[in-house]
């Protein structure tokens, strides 16, 4: 499956972005979907997953409130709204893909497969 990130930019501390990850290929509804994000200088983070069905979903403490991930299996496309964006936020977001069952192992980024090409959110103070 390809993956194609679409949504970043600059926004200002407490505003909004939604973030896009589009898939193609075969059976997408099969897949965990997850985003990572990956600051200057930093290790690549766990943002969120969300589950095949999407009735299951994982935020860290970081993040939680304040983001919403989504997916439109129709559409083969998975969402990140990010409300109350911080300077920390700041950061190129990845959308990737797992064949793995939705469990503790989603905030493991090797547990993916697939991995979109990146979108950069700026958050300017």
């Known amino acids: 499956v390809q993956l194609q990130a679409s949504g970043g930019g600059l926004v200002q501390a407490g505003g909004s972005l939604r973030l896009s990850c589009a898939a193609s290929?075969?059976?997408?509804?099969?897949?965990?979907m997850g985003w990572f994000r990956q600051a200057p200088g930093k290790e690549r983070e766990f943002v969120t997953a969300?589950?095949?069905?999407?009735?299951?979903?994982y935020y860290p403490d970081s993040v939680k409130g304040r983001f919403t991930i989504s997916r439109d299996n129709a559409k083969n496309t998975v969402y990140l709204q990010m409300n109350s964006l911080k300077p920390e936020d700041t950061a190129v977001y990845y959308c990737?893909?797992?064949?793995?069952?939705?469990?503790?192992?989603?905030?493991?980024?090797?547990?993916?497969?697939?991995w979109g090409q990146g979108t950069l959110v700026t958050v300017s103070s």
């Open positions: 990737a893909a797992s064949h793995r069952s939705f469990g503790r192992a989603v905030v493991v980024d090797s547990e993916y497969e697939y």
């Open positions: 290929g075969h059976s997408f509804s099969r897949y965990v």
């Open positions: 969300v589950s095949w069905s999407g009735g299951s979903t």
